[in-house]
C-alpha cells in the first residue's frame, strides 16, 4: 500500500503529515502528541476538530484534535492518594479541580516516523523528569510512547507506560477526542443525520461539579444508544461504564456525509464520557472520550475494578490501546 510521511510546520510547530489511500492525518508532538488533524481523503471530508490559529488552539485546547488526558477528566480539588502519598495537581481555580492531566500541553519529542508495508508509523515521546510539570504532579521515573499507526482506512494509538521507579505509581488514561459534526459541514450538515451508538448499561451519578458521586445508576438511554441515538436533541456532560463483556467501542454515523467512523478500545479503557457542549447547535462538534479511569478516580469511595483506577508496579510496562476505523455508508 502507498503511504508517504512529510515533516511539515503546523501553525508555525513542527509536525508529521501522513497520507495513506483514504486518510490524510497529522500529528504535533511539542502539543502534547495531538493528532491534530484527520481527514477522509476521498471526499476530502474533515474528521477532527483542527484549529485556524496558535491562538485559537491554545484557547481551547481540548477541542481539538485528539488530546492525550493523562490522567482524565477532573480531580477534586487537584488532590488524592494512594499507598500513603499524596499528590497535588494544579487546579482551576474558577473550578476548584484539576483538570485532564499533565500530558496534554508537554512538548513530547518525535522518536520515529516511517513508511511500513501496510501504511505509516509515527512514535512520540515524552519523559517524566525531563518535564518539571509532570514531575511535579507525578514525582515517578517514567517514560510515556505514545505510537500512532496509520493504515488505508484506520489509525491505532497504543500508549505504553514504561516506569523507571521504585515505587507504584496510580495512573489513568483518556482521550478527548473532538470530532468535527456534521462531518459534512454546516452547508450540507444536518445534525438529525447524526447518530451515536455505543454499549453502557451503567452512568455515574455526578454531583453540581460534574464530580461522580460513587454511585452507578441504571443509564436511562441504554437502549438508544445501543440502537443508534440522533445527536440532534440531546446534551451531553456525561460518564457511562462500558458494559461488562461488551466490546469496548462506540459508533458515530452521518448519514449525510454517508461516513462512519468506528472507535474501539481494549479492555483497560472501563469508562465513556460524551460532551457536545451541551447540545448548543452553533458547537460544531461532538467528543467520544475512552477513560480507563472514572474521572475523579482516586477520590471516588469504590474498589478500583469498578472507577478504573490503575497501579503501574515499579520496573512494570503497561499498554492501552484504541483504534479509528473510518467507513462510506
Same mark, same amino acid.
Given at each position: ?41 476521498? @471526499? ?81 515521546? +515524552? ?21 500512532? $499507526? ?37 452547508? $450540507? ?58 466490546? +469496548?467501542?462506540? @459508533? ?9 467512523? $468506528? ?36 477520590? +471516588? ?29
Amino acid at each position: 500500500m502507498t503511504a508517504a510521511i512529510e515533516h511539515i510546520l503546523f501553525l508555525g510547530e513542527p509536525a508529521v503529515r501522513v497520507t495513506t489511500e483514504k486518510l490524510e492525518a497529522t500529528v504535533v508532538p511539542g502539543w502534547g502528541s495531538n493528532l491534530i488533524s484527520l481527514a477522509w481523503r476521498p @471526499t476530502g471530508t474533515a474528521l477532527l476538530r483542527t484549529p485556524a490559529s496558535a491562538e485559537a488552539y491554545h484557547a481551547r485546547t481540548t477541542l481539538h484534535g485528539i488530546p492525550v488526558l493523562f490522567p482524565p477528566s477532573r480531580i477534586e480539588n487537584g488532590a488524592f492518594a494512594f499507598q500513603g502519598r499524596e499528590y497535588r495537581f494544579p487546579v482551576d481555580p474558577a473550578r476548584g479541580y484539576h483538570i485532564h492531566g499533565v500530558l496534554m500541553r508537554a512538548a513530547w519529542r518525535l522518536s520515529a516516523a516511517e513508511t511500513t508495508e501496510d501504511g505509516a508509523y509515527v512514535e512520540t515521546t +515524552v519523559v517524566s523528569e525531563e518535564t518539571p510539570a509532570i514531575f511535579e504532579a507525578l514525582p515517578h521515573r517514567f517514560t510515556v510512547r505514545l505510537g500512532f $499507526r496509520f493504515t488505508a482506512d484506520a489509525v491505532e494509538m497504543k500508549f505504553r507506560l514504561e516506569s523507571r521507579d521504585e515505587l507504584a505509581m496510580p495512573w489513568g488514561l483518556g482521550y478527548h477526542t473532538t470530532f468535527v459534526l456534521p462531518f459534512a459541514g454546516e452547508a $450540507r450538515g444536518d445534525l438529525s443525520q447524526c447518530s451515536i451508538r455505543l454499549r453502557a448499561d451503567k452512568t455515574w451519578a455526578l454531583n453540581d461539579r460534574l464530580l461522580p458521586t460513587g454511585e452507578l445508576l441504571d443509564n436511562p438511554l441504554r437502549e438508544e444508544l445501543a440502537a443508534g441515538l440522533p445527536l440532534d436533541r440531546v446534551e451531553f456532560d456525561d460518564c457511562f461504564q462500558a458494559s461488562p463483556g461488551a466490546p +469496548v467501542e462506540a @459508533t458515530l454515523e452521518d448519514r449525510g456525509a454517508g461516513l462512519s467512523i $468506528r472507535y474501539e478500545a481494549d479492555e483497560t479503557f472501563t469508562q465513556w464520557v460524551l460532551y457536545n457542549g451541551k447540545g448548543k447547535p452553533d458547537r460544531g462538534f461532538f467528543c467520544p472520550e475512552p477513560l480507563t479511569w472514572v474521572p475523579n478516580a482516586p477520590n +471516588v469511595d469504590a474498589p478500583a475494578s469498578v472507577t478504573g483506577l490503575q497501579t503501574l508496579e515499579p520496573g512494570a510496562t503497561a499498554e492501552a490501546v484504541t483504534r479509528l476505523t473510518i467507513a462510506a455508508l
